[in-house]
């Protein structure tokens, strides 16, 4: 999707840990309102993309622009229009999710209700549960809560529907189909073939650090002469994509 200002463009992103290589020219482009997947095995490179886009980890090289904002050196607005949900949420254990959910909304100007966010989640039953009591699915739908408190217009999703149950998976896939509808844009990291042929405009598949194929999944399949979009990984990468439900 074209937009003047993309929702995210990273350019030639590569960052080092020591010796080990993480991510070694990465280059992304989101548009408005666009669903971009990620896909890769454990190593890839993936999570380090995603957070270097957030401004979470510091690139060795290249530039990153959300809505045209540098995430490095403009922290505050980055945080009005951008919504992050990272694998391992890092929250107060001993609050309970309305608090949680409360906490993250008077960070923003225009926040979405606590009702709207536990029912886009599912957890409105849980809102007096204390966070540590929450089961692990639980506690995953609630960091996605959080991501979305502020209205963000981009939204960084890592690993979106790991440890869910099929039904609440595909209640969350629901959830996304409506931010789309809004006009989200979202960076989508899965292992799930399924979320991203339903979920996805475009996807890029990351091997040792770097972008092999960026198309529809239709194209992908297509590109790699497949029949499915699992064996259309295996071509482009000679790896099997891990089993993450």
Same mark, same amino acid.
């Given at each position: ?15 080092? $840990?020591?010796? +080990? ?19 890769? +095995?454990?190593?890839? @490179?993936?999570?380090? +993309? ?19 904002? *540098? ?32 906490? $993250?909304?008077? &960070? $923003? ?9 536990? *029912?886009?989640? *599912? ?7 204390? &966070?540590?009591?929450?089961?692990? @699915? ?6 996605? !809560? ?6 963000? =217009? ?12 099929? /039904? ?11 931010? /789309? ?20 405009? =475009?996807?890029?598949?990351? *091997? ?15 590109? !790699? ?7 259309? &990984?295996?071509?482009?990468? @000679? /790896? ?6």
């Amino acid at each position: 999707m074209d937009s003047a200002e993309p929702a995210i463009l990273a350019e030639n992103l590569a960052k080092s $840990y020591g010796r +080990t290589r993480a991510v070694a020219g990465v280059s992304l482009r989101v548009g408005v309102g666009e669903v971009v997947g990620v896909l890769g +095995t454990n190593g890839a @490179g993936k999570t380090t +993309t995603v957070e270097m886009i957030a401004g979470l980890r510091t690139p060795d090289r290249g530039r990153v622009r959300v809505l045209g904002i *540098d995430p490095r050196h403009d922290r505050a607005r980055l945080r009005q229009v951008l919504g992050v949900q990272l694998q391992h949420a890092h929250l107060h254990n001993a609050l309970r999710v309305t608090e949680l959910v409360d906490l $993250y909304r008077s &960070f $923003y100007p225009d926040p979405r209700s606590s009702d709207e966010l536990l *029912d886009l989640v *599912d957890l409105t039953a849980q809102r007096r549960t204390i &966070f540590d009591n929450l089961s692990g @699915g639980q506690q995953h739908r609630l960091s996605i !809560a959080l991501a979305l408190a502020g209205r963000p =217009r981009v939204t960084i999703l890592d690993e979106l529907t790991t440890g869910l149950d099929p /039904k609440a998976r595909r209640r969350m896939w629901g959830t996304i189909e409506q931010l /789309k509808a809004e006009g989200v844009s979202i960076l989508l990291v899965s292992h799930a073939m399924e979320e991203v042929e339903r979920l996805c405009d =475009r996807v890029a598949v990351l *091997d040792a650090g770097r972008v092999v194929a960026l198309a529809t999944p239709a194209g992908l399949v297509a590109q !790699a002469g497949a029949d499915t979009l699992d064996d259309a &990984f295996v071509a482009l990468t @000679g /790896k099997e994509l891990e089993d993450t439900e």
